[in-house]
């Protein structure tokens, strides 16, 4: 067929209107990015590109800006959320696909996938009133117990255990992030040929070494995709963690810390910011998260299209 | 321990550690959702939905500015966002069907899909609110269609191409224009699939906060006006849990229930359809 039909006229009228409708996607990425350029242009005049990223300053009052706080508090916060939530997410994969009886795979795959639909307002109501509590009461003493007296291990956890800080932000974020790499990873699981696995079991592997040796390596590019695209997720959650980060703008060592990422500093300041410069390197803040997310997702989508031809062949 | 003993012995253990990392994940929807659903019943009451707020800090008064202004937003973001959508992925599954335009554009689409919300927000600000020089409710419900649109977009283009291609072929064999072949004979294919999408894509942005905070705003009062600013359930929970009065942390968690329950029916009853209409 062709792009673009010629042959009747309200054929051709249809066919435009769906192209520009479709184009519409490419420029909403253009625009935000030209945009965002244009909004930081003062920022970027003064800070320049490498003196932004590697600033921790973040003080308003001085008028002088630096990422690096924000990035910081992002990539750790992100970082920290990928090690609690991939274990338990490719466990459930494992569940789903090898253990789970038939008529449990369906509900629990759904509500694993419910998880990703509560809206993430509703984990930062429930973060700030009913999980920060408990970490401050709970989690945070005893892991400050059991850390005690192991050197590097205990720098994590110095401080008062206040609920508001990089660990419990960082507990909400991997539950958000679980049933992305969940649901992926099922997906990916079950494309395993059965054959090759049935060859193991024929030769005596157990289910767990079929898991391991077979099911696992034959479906690593769409696991690791899953990964990538949770990561992606992670960098911009903003609302679930809006409340229970704190939003200080220091480099910190240890989890029990107020931190601020790119998210919580633009939610907190943006309605507030009463300067030009400041609103500029707000934006400036911005074009930094959706290059950071832009490509993020962008590797994830490379890898689940590799992924995708390799299982189709 | 013999070599098979430890073989045996790890796979158990694996196996009762992908089983806890399941009963982790039931864990926390349902310690979630039951705290939502104690916090909220608690809170429900009828002046929730007929009264504005009262002036801070004193007690009572309810949200029906904050419902009123969520509907409003979301159904233009909906108006806006779907006819835009469906028509993209139309021209992905047909007019380009195949082509290199359709792949990069499917492409851009999903990584569109998770793009942060808060960035859009960001996005809108600079090019309406600034220009217009105050916060709108139109703002807000454009910020969420340009969230919906590659969601919608990219379900219809999915859905149209599970068409088989043999019906277009009868109907162009009677000498039906290609435009119209979509609207008579695709698109009623496809329908349901379709109306999924949409009703999924309403799910993800009727939850969406970040993007709202610049663009809607907020407003105390009861306003209709899409012209100016807007109060909405989601900005309005981000703005009550923050302050410092015991009532408006309990109209929040209210407020809370209602949207959670608002968008698991959506998102429930979008996965129903699909089982129902494609695997049974």
């Known amino acids: ?313 | 321990m013999t070599r098979e003993q430890l073989r045996k012995t790890e796979g158990v253990i694996a196996m009762s550690l992908s089983t806890l990392a399941a009963l982790i994940g039931l864990f926390w929807l349902v310690f979630i959702l039951g705290d939502v659903l104690v916090h909220g019943i608690k809170a429900l009451n009828l002046s929730l939905f007929i009264n504005d707020p009262a002036p801070a800090g004193v007690e009572g008064g309810g949200l029906r500015n904050a419902f009123i202004g969520q509907l409003m937003i979301t159904i233009f973001a909906t108006l806006i966002g779907v006819p835009v959508g469906v028509l993209g992925g139309t021209f992905l599954a047909e007019y380009a069907r195949g082509r290199k335009i359709a792949r990069i554009i499917s492409v851009l689409s999903d990584i569109m899909v998770s793009v942060p919300s808060i960035v859009i927000g960001t996005f809108i600000y600079a090019i309406l609110v600034r220009q217009i020089g105050h916060f709108s409710g139109w703002a807000g419900a454009i910020a969420l269609s340009i969230i919906m649109i590659p969601v919608v977009l990219r379900t219809t283009e999915d859905m149209l191409t599970l068409v088989p291609w043999t019906l277009r072929e009868a109907a162009f064999a009677l000498g039906a224009p290609y435009y119209k072949v979509i609207i008579q004979i695709v698109y009623r294919g496809a329908a349901t699939g379709i109306l999924t999408g949409i009703l999924l894509s309403i799910a993800r942005v009727a939850g969406e906060t970040a993007p709202l905070l610049f663009t809607s705003f907020n407003n105390s009062f009861f306003s209709t006006n899409m012209n100016g600013p807007i109060s909405s359930l989601t900005v309005t929970i981000f703005q009550y849990a923050m302050g410092p009065y015991d009532d408006w942390h309990a109209q929040a968690w209210a407020a809370s229930l209602m949207i959670t329950i608002f968008i698991l029916f959506l998102t429930l009853l979008g996965r129903f359809i699909i089982k129902w209409r494609y695997k049974g």
């Open chain 1, 1 to 313: 067929m062709a792009i673009l039909s010629k042959k009747n006229p309200i054929d051709l009228l249809f066919s435009v209107i769906t192209a520009i409708a479709s184009f519409s996607v490419i420029i909403f990425i253009i625009g935000i990015l030209f945009v965002l350029i244009k909004e930081s242009s003062l920022s970027i005049g003064k800070f320049g590109i490498i003196k932004f990223l590697t600033s921790t300053d973040w003080d308003p009052v001085k008028e002088s800006f630096g990422a690096l706080t924000n990035i910081y508090g992002t990539l750790l916060t992100t970082f920290l959320s990928l090690i609690i939530a991939i274990p338990v997410a490719i466990g459930i994969a494992i569940f789903i696909t090898e253990i789970s009886p038939n008529f449990l795979k369906g509900p629990i795959g759904i509500a694993i996938e419910l998880l990703a639909a509560i809206p993430s307002i509703i984990y930062g109501m429930w973060g700030l009133f009913t999980l920060s509590p408990v970490m401050s009461n709970h989690v945070e003493p005893f892991l400050k117990k059991i850390t005690a007296g192991i050197p590097f291990v205990e720098i994590l956890f110095r401080g008062t255990p206040m609920g508001i800080d990089i660990l419990t932000a960082s507990v909400i974020l991997s539950i958000m992030i679980i049933p992305f790499t969940a649901s992926i990873s099922r997906d990916s699981f079950n494309l395993t040929p059965s054959v090759v696995k049935e060859s193991a079991y024929a030769i005596g592997a157990t289910k767990w070494e079929v898991i391991k040796n077979i099911v696992i390596p034959y479906s690593k590019l769409g696991v690791f995709g899953g990964i990538v695209l949770s990561l992606g997720r992670a960098l911009g959650e903003t609302m679930a963690i809006a409340f229970v980060l704190g939003n200080n703008h220091r480099i910190t060592t240890s989890l029990l810390d107020a931190a601020a990422t790119i998210t919580v500093t633009l939610a907190n300041e943006f309605a507030e910011a009463d300067k030009d410069i400041y609103l500029s390197s707000l934006f400036y803040l911005a074009l930094v998260l959706f290059v950071m997310s832009f490509i993020t997702l962008a590797i994830a989508k490379f890898f689940l299209l590799k992924a995708e031809r390799k299982y189709s062949r």
